[in-house]
C-alpha cells in the first residue's frame, strides 16, 4: 500500500497562483508515473500533468504554459505550480502514482478554487 500526501491547494483570484505538493512513500525507482488529475462535479477524473519514468512530463493542453510539474526524485515528491488560475481550474485536484508493479494509488484530493 502507498500513502500520498498532498499538500497545497485553496482559494485564489483569476490570475494568481497556487501549488500543489504531494509526497510518496514509495522510493521513486519503484515508479512508473506519478503527478496530478482533477475532477469537477458530473465530470470524469482528467489528467493535469504528468511525470512518467524516462523524464517525460505529460500536460493537459488546457494547463499547457501555465502549470509546471516537477519532481524531487530523492524525495518521491511531485509539486504542480499553477500559474495564471482561470475559473475553469476550478476543481478537486487528486494526487496519482502508478508503481512498477502497475498498482494504481490516489490521494485524498484537494480543492482548488478560482473566484473573484
Known amino acids: 500500500q502507498v500513502q500520498l500526501e498532498e499538500s497545497g491547494g485553496g482559494l485564489v483570484q483569476p490570475g494568481g497562483s497556487l501549488g500543489l505538493g504531494c509526497a510518496a512513500s514509495?522510493?521513486?525507482?519503484?515508479?512508473?508515473?506519478m503527478g496530478w488529475y482533477r475532477q469537477t462535479p458530473g465530470q470524469e477524473r482528467e489528467l493535469v500533468a504528468l511525470?512518467?519514468?524516462?523524464?517525460?512530463?505529460d500536460y493537459a493542453t488546457s494547463v499547457k504554459g501555465r502549470f509546471v510539474l516537477s519532481r524531487n526524485n530523492a524525495k518521491s515528491t511531485v509539486y504542480l505550480q499553477m500559474n495564471n488560475l482561470q475559473p475553469e481550474d476550478t476543481a478537486i485536484y487528486f494526487c496519482?502514482?502508478?508503481?512498477?508493479?502497475?498498482?494504481?494509488?490516489w490521494g485524498q484530493g484537494t480543492q482548488v478554487t478560482v473566484s473573484s
Open positions: 496519482n502514482i502508478e508503481t512498477r508493479d502497475g498498482q494504481t494509488f
Open positions: 514509495v522510493t521513486t525507482f519503484r515508479t512508473n508515473s
Open positions: 511525470w512518467r519514468s524516462g523524464g517525460i512530463f
